[in-house]
């Protein structure tokens, strides 16, 4: 089974973000990221990245941590800070979703 697949579908349901989250694994420097795209054909979404090289385990916790950063930041990305407590609090319910399952 691919936890990570399983555990975006898992997310999805239990904690959307304001827009929705396409999530892309792919070579990278970093762990992951979130940005939120507002000029789309499709509509304002969050893309997540994790880095496809990390085990699959840690590709989870990056996706959680990421999914956190686009729960916090509503459509106002700009205004919320990088680890400050907003995204603690989406850290926060976000394990409560996974866990309560
Ligand atoms: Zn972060």
Redesign the pocket.
Known sequence: MDTFRETAKQLRVLIPPVWPVTTRRLKMEDHGDCSLIKESKAGPHFIIRVNKELDEVAQVLVLI??WA?ALSWGSESHRIR??GPEWGIAMSRVWQALNED
Do not use: A, Q, R
């Open positions: 941590h990421e950063h990088n680890h």
